[in-house]
């Protein structure tokens, strides 16, 4: 399982968002909560989740809105699993064809609820919207770098090279394998000092007081590692 995943619940009815929320919780999941299609929209763009769970039938705007919203205006593959009252099959069929990754169709029980929250993010492990450590946070579908909710700009590079440390984190990366994954069709005439450079700059846009923590480690003689404790 994928713990440590913040899960966005939007279904109107209040006891149905706290006993799913309970059950979330109890497996290490951390649980948003919004009571309606606007509040739902807001909590996301303002808290960034990694999975939501969307009931269909909404006060203010409809899930059936706010999941093509996720999929066509943010252009998001955050995974969705939709909740709904209609057991019609063109019902369930119309939500997966509008992006849903599950259906699951009410009355249901908690426990199946988790389930398949867990099985969508082993086949989705690879889409959630954001990667963060100790301040620092990467949304790669967004092309977006933010320390402390400041915006950091980076080149086509440097963000290639800072999401891959993300990804691996207090790894030692050689300069070979970095320079494998920012020139993976380049021949060897890209030299180690590229990298340096990448780095280099990276520190420089993101390390830029005391107060901010040590990223970027010089394994000396082996190449860098992405400090994440």
């Not at 009931?55 to 943010?74: A, F, H, N, V, Y």
């Not at 990754?101 to 609820?113: A, L, N, T």
């Not at 967004?142 to 909710?149: A, H, S, W």
């Not at 000092?193 to 480690?217: A, C, Q, W």
């Amino acid at each position: 399982m994928l713990k440590g995943k913040t899960i966005l619940i939007v279904e109107d009815d209040a006891k149905i968002r706290r006993l799913l929320k309970l059950y979330l919780e109890r497996e290490g999941y951390e649980v948003l909560e919004a009571q309606d299609g606007a509040d739902g929209m807001d909590t996301f763009m303002k808290l960034d989740p990694c999975f939501v769970i969307l009931d269909l039938m909404l006060p203010k705007k409809s899930g059936e809105d706010l999941c093509q919203w996720i999929r066509t205006e943010l252009k998001s593959d955050i995974p969705i699993i939709m909740l709904t009252a209609k057991v019609d099959e063109s019902d369930r069929i119309k939500g997966l064809q509008m992006g849903a990754d599950d259906y699951i169709i009410k009355p249901f029980s908690p426990q199946e609820v988790v389930a398949r929250v867990d099985a969508v993010l082993r086949r989705t492990a690879n889409r959630c919207s954001k990667i963060s450590y100790k301040g620092l946070t990467i949304k790669p579908l967004r092309g977006e770098v933010k320390y402390n909710g400041s915006i950091i700009p980076l080149t086509t590079h440097e963000f290639k090279l800072l999401y891959y440390f993300m990804r691996h984190p207090n790894r030692i990366l050689t300069r070979e394998q970095i320079l494998q994954e920012l020139y993976p069709n380049e021949e060897k005439t890209v030299i180690d000092r590229t990298v340096d450079v990448h780095v280099g700059k990276l520190r420089e846009k993101i390390e830029t007081s005391n107060e901010v923590p040590l990223f970027f480690e010089t394994i000396r003689g082996m190449g860098y590692r992405f400090v994440a404790y």
